[in-house]
């Protein structure tokens, strides 16, 4: 297993729990008095998370819920400590960072079939491995994506995600914000800072005229359109950021009764709520800029920022055109993809994806042939549309009920309500993923249902 983000550990810790002897690569290490990381991390802890700590809604009949329901149903280890270390976040499932990470190196030191290797892999012979799976996530060194890049001849699709400020709790004005969840939905975990229409105006003028941070010659602005830069989606429009990150419908102020114009939300980083971070602010400005920016947000005037936003370099294979449905690259069957390598996009769905090269390498191990999810369960329609999906305009996906199969034509000219057919679907996944569990034999007792 390569990488150890959230894909390796989970399908290290699958395997390794399912038989399999696996030896668990990372790059990330001490060497002589320092730390080897990528441009983006900060720590040589596994499963470090990068931009955010959410893993998505907890609502159920959702799809994000739905992904997570059958990936607790299958034992996934990451989605388990995600639980046992998650902060407040209404309704959606956030973690302590700095605890996640610790609490998925114990499980990984307890795990007597795993043994990690601090090296940079740059080389995909086998070296004895009966299988390798890569899954060096989106910051992939430049050596093992040439040695990817020769073994599939294929080039890489680069695309650049950014990361969002964090800002210290106590040097939030609580007198100019207020708690809220939006539509009253779940707790009130997340700061609000409510902006008037002029207000507004004067951080959009700042943030669409604010000073990029210089371009590296590698750099090359190619989005993730699910993760703009905030001053991206300003250039679009003067009301984009009040119908996206800014959206302030369902935040009511419970001080004055109104709606306000806009809104920014943070939320909790740890259980301490000793920092938050500014949701859905990732950006690519100077630090200079982001201070001076970030500061006329109302509650926020005197923030003292723990970390900067910050761009990256994202790095995914053309997976419609190299993977099988059981995530094996066609060319080389004893080679495997997993993570957001693979084309998947989101905390969850790369740990979802290391759960199932987890369970397919151990079938492979054990001398059986891997049988592929089903396409009505999330994680099957996950995986169809990262290895079916249009090669020439493939990018990276998080789960959504797009890439689920529509319910008969019968069912929908039925049911009209929209949340009543999107419970049939998760229904209807949760019973196609619990009859392929069984059948795969894969545990002793039945799937646990949280």
């Known amino acids: 297993m390569i990488g150890g983000g959230l894909a390796g550990p989970e399908a290290a810790l699958t395997a390794a729990g399912l038989g399999c002897e696996v030896d668990l690569y990372e790059m990330r290490r001490e060497e002589g008095g320092r730390r080897v990381l990528t441009p983006a991390h900060q720590t040589t802890e596994f499963g470090e998370l990068v931009c955010s700590n959410s893993l998505k809604s907890e609502s159920p009949n959702t799809a994000p819920w739905l992904l997570k329901q059958e990936m607790r149903r299958a034992g996934s280890r990451l989605l388990a400590l995600a639980d046992q270390t998650a902060v407040p976040a209404g309704h959606a499932l956030a973690v302590d960072r700095v605890e996640f990470s610790r609490r998925i190196a114990e499980e990984i030191e307890r795990e007597p079939g795993i043994r990690v290797v601090r090296e940079e ?40 995600d950014s990361i969002s400020p964090i800002v210290e709790a106590d040097s939030i004005d609580m007198e100019r914000v207020y708690f809220a969840a939006r539509w009253d939905k779940g707790t009130a975990d997340y700061i609000n800072c409510p902006m008037t229409r002029e207000e507004y105006e004067r951080f959009l003028n700042a943030l669409t005229t604010a000073e990029m941070a210089e371009a590296r010659e590698w750099e090359k602005a190619e989005y993730f359109e699910g993760c703009l830069p905030i001053e991206v989606l300003a250039r679009r429009g003067p009301d984009t950021l009040r119908f996206g990150p800014m959206k302030p419908v369902g935040l009511r102020d419970p001080r004055t009764g109104r709606t306000p114009w806009a809104v920014v939300q943070l939320r909790k980083e ?13 950006n690519h400005l100077k630090f200079g800029e982001q201070a001076r920016i970030l500061r006329m947000i109302p509650g926020l005037e005197n923030a003292k920022f723990l970390r900067y936003g910050q761009i990256h370099r994202n790095t995914y294979i053309c997976s419609p055109l190299l993977l099988d449905d059981c995530l094996r690259l066609r060319s080389q069957a004893s080679l495997m993809f997993a993570g957001q390598l693979s084309g998947v996009e989101g905390y969850t769905e790369s740990i979802a994806s290391g759960l199932l090269a987890g369970v397919y ?11 592929a999810v089903p396409r009505a369960t999330a994680l099957g329609s996950l995986t169809h549309y990262i ?5 020439k305009h493939f990018q990276p996906a998080n789960i959504t009920f797009d890439l689920l199969p529509q319910l008969e034509e019968e069912t929908r000219k039925r049911v ?33 249902r949280q």
């Open 270 to 282: 740890n259980l301490r709520a000793d920092s938050y971070n500014l949701v859905g602010f990732q």
């Open 121 to 160: 892999v740059t080389s995909l012979e086998s070296a004895g491995y009966a299988l390798t799976v890569i899954a060096s996530g989106p910051l992939t060194s430049d050596a093992l994506s040439g040695e990817i890049a020769r073994l599939t001849g294929s080039e890489h699709l680069v695309f650049y």
């Open 387 to 391: 290895t079916h999906a249009e090669a």
């Open 361 to 371: 390498a151990a079938a492979l191990a054990h001398g059986e042939a891997p049988v």
């Open 416 to 448: 009209r309500d929209k949340k009543e057919r999107h419970r049939l679907v998760c229904e209807r996944a949760l019973a196609a993923f619990d009859g392929w569990w069984a059948e795969r034999g894969l545990r002793d007792e039945e799937p646990a």
